[in-house]
């Protein structure tokens, strides 16, 4: 009897961490996406998770760390839900999928956009730390599918095309009347990104045919 009431209170301790490092981590990621890194203070991350202070330090160690757990959290995130798209829609071709789930996931988690511009229009760690241990590999892997290394313009217009409107929902909203936040444009948007990248005379389309008539 003893026994179970003390594995029952170890797992509600785990669990009030578990929640305290999501809250921490989440309030971390918008924050560091909308004020930056050196705008964000330890202390304001642990107000907007509405956590006691000095529990970011206790479960990350530094604000350093902290930065780096809310990145992993949102890039695993992303992975995850690409994995489960690929596995949904199986018999599609991988490519298209790759580009809408990106969409899909940008749709849903503004944040990520957000915190790539403000650290990729400067120089310094954590632009470093981004590009090599999760930029990089993806384009990587994005080139493998697509056939060949992309080039920078096809690369920014695919970034651009599938996370901008995202950034600036309020103004789609008051423009068109729709709500781009919506699983529904969500989904109308990724069927558009795909085909302006891939379909007829595509961004993909055209520089795979433009490499081919200069080698020839």
């Known amino acids: 009897m003893a026994a179970g009431k003390a594995k029952t209170r170890v797992r509600a301790v785990q669990q009030r961490a578990e929640d305290t490092r ?20 330890v202390r304001d991350i642990e107000t907007a998770a509405e956590v006691k202070r000095g529990l970011a330090a206790y479960h990350f160690g530094s604000k350093e760390e902290l930065w780096k757990a809310a990145v992993a959290r949102t890039f695993d995130a992303f992975e995850m839900d690409a994995r489960a798209g690929a596995a949904a829609r199986s018999g599609d071709d991988p490519l298209r999928e ?8 940008s749709a849903v988690h503004p944040e990520l956009n957000r915190l790539m511009v403000q650290e990729g229009s400067r120089p310094g760690w954590r632009s470093e730390f981004l590009v090599e241990r999760y930029v990089r590999p993806r384009v990587e892997a994005l080139s493998r599918l697509v056939g060949r290394a992309l080039d920078p313009h096809e690369l920014y217009v695919l970034i651009g095309a599938s996370t901008f409107v995202f950034n600036v929902a309020h103004e789609c909203e008051a423009l068109f009347g729709v709500d781009p936040r919506s699983e529904a444009f969500a989904e109308a948007h990724a069927d558009t990104v795909a085909e302006v990248l891939l379909d007829g005379e595509g961004v993909f389309a055209r520089a795979a045919t433009s490499e081919g008539d200069a080698s020839g």
């Open 98 to 105: 790759a580009l809408r789930a990106f969409v899909r996931f």
């Open 22 to 41: 999501a809250k921490l981590l989440g309030a971390a990621m918008e924050l560091f996406s909308t004020r930056g890194y050196e705008g964000s203070s």
